[in-house]
């Protein structure tokens, strides 16, 4: 909730806060009221494990949206412990082939984010690349997509790490410049946005062209930025949002909690894993951790009849009802190792709102040519 990424967990908390908003409006859970309790990690795991304790064994919470890469390697041995079921928020590719049974993974592994980057580039013909990342777990998805651009058929000119917290990246924005590269794949921490988008401005008048991952995108980059430059200058390519009744109600609820706000667009991860936990303890018909963990895949993975809301899906599982969840980013899905599976889209920011809109798909064939080295350029 603070600390270098403290964009991203603000937006899970707002889609949080939305689906407990929507669950309790539904009769809530099991005939109880969600009540959401905060734990402010500050992306450190010396900070993480005393709130996660206190959260457990003081406040007595059940079930966990979270933790983020940084903090999970601290933290899963106690909610293991504690027997806590868990909804990672996080794109680190070491938990790719998670064999943890309380671990559940909502959002993108970078390993799938990187790739879409990777492929966008591809499609849009871009056939030199400049590497600009922040330091810490922004590397991991680097690599992933560094490998994945390389293998079909793109040449890296130059590798750009962003410390975190300066106050200029001159040095670094005129090695990226002189090198000349086509366009500049990235992944940076919300300090680093003003500076490097400043110096950039002021050394090529932003010509090279960006495309950013999830967290470099969203709301508060949008608005530090300003949206007259991310619309000239930023893309970002986004695990693809639902389109139709699941969306809607996500709007619909999400005006009703934050009021002439736009939503962050990490926010409908955080939606989708509370009522994907929800909706899995109203088919358990318990909060017995070992029964959730089976109804989760129960009530996410097809066959099944597609829900679009909390309502709706307690009415199908009253009736006796196999349901399939479809939730704002889009149909819920968890391969065996507890990730999410899907499709991605590239996003721009509207020019005088900010708001961003998909113009682009990287389609689940796209992701597929990219992994294995079959994209080709135009």
């Known amino acids: 909730m603070t600390g270098a990424f403290a964009s991203t967990g603000q937006a899970l908390w707002q889609g949080a806060q939305v689906a407990a908003r929507e669950i309790n409006d539904g009769g809530g859970i099991l005939g109880r009221k969600i009540q959401l309790d905060q734990i402010d990690d500050v992306n450190d795991p010396a900070d993480a494990v005393p709130g996660l304790r206190k959260a457990i064994t003081v406040d007595g919470i ?12 601290a933290t899963q041995p106690i909610l293991d412990q504690y027997k806590i079921p868990f909804m990672f928020q996080g794109g680190t590719q070491t938990f790719d082939n998670n064999t943890d049974p309380y671990a559940w993974r909502p959002s993108p592994s970078d390993s799938q984010l990187g790739v879409a980057m990777a492929a966008y580039a591809i499609k849009k013909g871009y056939k030199t690349a400049a590497l ?11 690599q992933v997509v560094s490998d994945a651009y390389k293998k079909n058929g793109g040449t890296v ?6 410390a975190l917290a300066q106050s200029s990246y001159r040095s670094e924005v005129q090695k990226v410049v002189n090198s000349h590269p086509a366009v500049i794949l990235t992944q940076f921490d919300d300090t680093a946005a003003v500076p490097l988008f400043t110096d950039f401005a002021q050394q090529d008048n932003l010509a090279i062209p960006f495309i950013g991952s999830d967290q470099s995108a969203g709301a508060p ?10 619309n000239k200058a930023l893309m970002s390519i986004q695990a693809s949002t639902n389109s139709g009744p699941a969306l809607d109600t996500y709007t619909q609820y999400y005006n009703l909690v934050y009021p002439g706000t736009q939503a962050n667009t990490s926010a409908n991860f955080s939606y989708d894993a509370i009522l994907e936990l929800a909706i899995a303890i109203q088919d358990a018909g318990t909060t017995d951790p ?12 097809p066959p099944g009849t597609d829900v679009t809301n909390y309502k709706d899906a ?8 196999k349901i399939h969840f479809v939730g704002a980013g889009g149909p819920a899905g968890y391969d065996q190792f507890h990730n999410s599976v899907g499709a991605f889209a590239a996003y721009q920011a509207n020019a005088s709102t900010g708001d961003e809109t998909a113009i682009d798909q990287i389609s689940v064939s796209d992701m597929a040519a990219a992994a294995n080295g079959s994209l080709t350029f135009p």
């Open 157 to 162: 000119v130059t590798d750009v790490v962003i």
């Open 290 to 301: 070992a029964k959730v963990l089976a109804a989760i895949t129960a009530v996410c993975n």
């Open 314 to 321: 307690i009415a199908a599982l009253k009736a006796g009802t």
């Open 62 to 73: 059940s079930f966990l949206d979270g933790p983020s890469s940084t903090v999970r390697p």
């Open 132 to 142: 600009v990342f922040s330091a810490g777990p922004s590397q991991s998805l680097k």
């Open 221 to 230: 980059v949008i608005k530090a930025i300003t949206p007259a430059v991310a």
